[in-house]
T-cell receptor, first 116, second 114 residues
């Protein structure tokens, strides 16, 4: 039972354009969502997060949108740069009152390639 | 400030053996979590330790165990290794429990079971 899904295994974007990475979840008890970036031979690096009580959070070129009714979140990168090429994971944290309290559940990851 | 360190970085074992992986969290961080990453399953939560106590556990068999020391360093042990245990094992630390804080990951230990 995959509670967090990233349905696009890969995404290819031209430098300077917008990259949109998507993530869907099924557990309504998730209270916090995070995006991580991972380069080969390194551990994931925290990128940006959003609380379930918000619908948007922005940090420089990165914006995360949360649509609770659709159980969907997305990460927008504008403008995309070649250095953004990496694997992006979305993760959801179990909220209080649920069986997954405090646990992070990760999606499968999306490989983003930004072409110069 | 030094990041999360994991040792060893690479390990090759044979079926039936056991293995111990080590993780040193960021200075001041008291929570350490372990994850298994495989191509088919993505990142899966193993367990979390906070103040030397296991606070949370994923859906893994009892062959997977861990502990945390008073200096917050953590070890993970896998006994009776199986081929399917081949994976990248990631350790992550945070100031407080995962429920309250953002995690910072180490580079991982690549375990290959032959």
């Amino acid at each position: 039972d995959q509670q967090v899904k990233q349905n696009s295994p890969s995404l290819s974007v031209q430098e300077g354009r917008i990259s949109i990475l998507n993530c869907d979840y099924t557990n309504s008890m998730f209270d916090y969502f995070l995006w991580y970036k991972k380069y080969p031979a390194e551990g994931p690096t925290f990128l940006i997060s959003i609380s379930s009580i918000k619908d948007k959070n922005e940090d420089g070129r990165f914006t995360v949108f949360l649509n609770k009714s659709a159980k969907h979140l997305s990460l927008h990168i504008v403008p995309s740069q070649p250095g953004d090429s990496a694997v992006y994971f979305c993760a959801a944290r179990g909220g209080a009152g649920g069986t997954s309290y405090g646990k992070l559940t990760f999606g499968q990851g999306t490989i983003l390639t930004v072409h110069p | 400030k030094a990041g999360v360190t994991q040792t060893p970085r690479y390990l090759i074992k044979t079926r039936g053996q056991q293995v111990t992986l080590s993780c040193s969290p960021i200075s001041g961080h008291r929570s350490v979590s372990w994850y298994q990453q495989t191509p088919g399953q993505g990142l899966q939560f193993l367990f979390e330790y906070f103040s030397e106590t296991q606070r949370n556990k994923g859906n893994f068999p009892g062959r997977f165990s861990g502990r945390q020391f008073s200096n917050s360093r953590s070890e993970m042990n896998v006994s009776t290794l199986e081929l399917g245990d081949s994976a990248l094992y990631l350790c992550a630390s945070s100031l407080s429990q995962v429920a309250l804080g953002t995690q910072y990951f180490g580079p991982g230990t690549r375990l290959t079971v032959l």
